[in-house]
């Protein structure tokens, strides 16, 4: 189901809900959320960011591009893929893409087009890059497969719901972690100004896929893997 939230009826875009129910008469289970882009920009608009005289430290512009119109039924109903066994293999294929040691991850793909959502996505993490510590993230595909939806263009709708543990530790057993105190992480290991050995946290991350009819590059439409919801955190205290 295609939406849009309360007061952002103009936005470009929309919110992306599946849900799934157990049977005939069954109720209605939402499964999984996201957001694509909609519609294309007004006559004369652009799909470049508005540039900022002081850009927020952490906050990262994307350009989404915009997904193409589902194939529909004569009755008007949304079309499912017939080569979505072979679709659904973007999903392990976004999820290896996204495993990489920091700063080695590689931008080029034969499996994906460059864009925000991958080359850009990568080169933000190897960005991450720090003498003292070493970083690393490691994705897997969770949850069950998801409809895969046809486009009028040929090709298909693939939403990949991600697993990905970051780990982040000393390179030596002199280097230490030390998070801000507004660090989502550092409250939720009970706060404080306290050094760590090493942590590992446990993101979800969700992306929609447009796959190429008869193969090729496929496009990342979405994914908030820039702001990952956070699951779980450990750590080792550094002494």
Known sequence: MLSKREGAETDRS??????????????????AAT????????????DEPTPTQ????????????????PAREAVGSVRLSPTATADLGVWGRYADYL????????????????????????????GWDEDE???SFS??????????????????LVTCTLEGIYRDRGRTAGNWIEMRAENTS?????????????????WSVTAVVEVLKGGGPATVLSTDAYGATKLSVKGVDWK
Request: a positive charge; zero cysteines.
């Open 14 to 31: 929309s919110v992306l809900h599946y849900f799934t129910r157990g049977g005939d008469g069954a109720g209605w289970k939402a499964v």
């Open 35 to 46: 957001w694509v882009v909609t519609e294309p920009p007004p006559p004369g608009g652009s």
């Open 54 to 69: 002081s850009p927020k430290d952490g906050v990262v512009k994307a350009r989404p591009k915009v997904m193409p119109a």
């Open 99 to 126: 495993s990489f040691t920091v700063p080695a991850g590689k931008p080029d793909s034969p499996h994906f087009e460059r864009g925000d959502f991958t080359s850009k996505l990568v080169d933000h993490f190897n």
């Open 133 to 135: 510590l070493q970083r």
């Open 139 to 156: 994705y897997r595909p969770v949850g069950e497969e998801l409809p895969v939806f046809a486009l009028e263009n040929g090709g298909s």
């Open 186 to 202: 550092g409250a939720l290991l009970g706060g404080g100004r306290r050094k760590w050995a090493s942590l590992e946290e446990v």
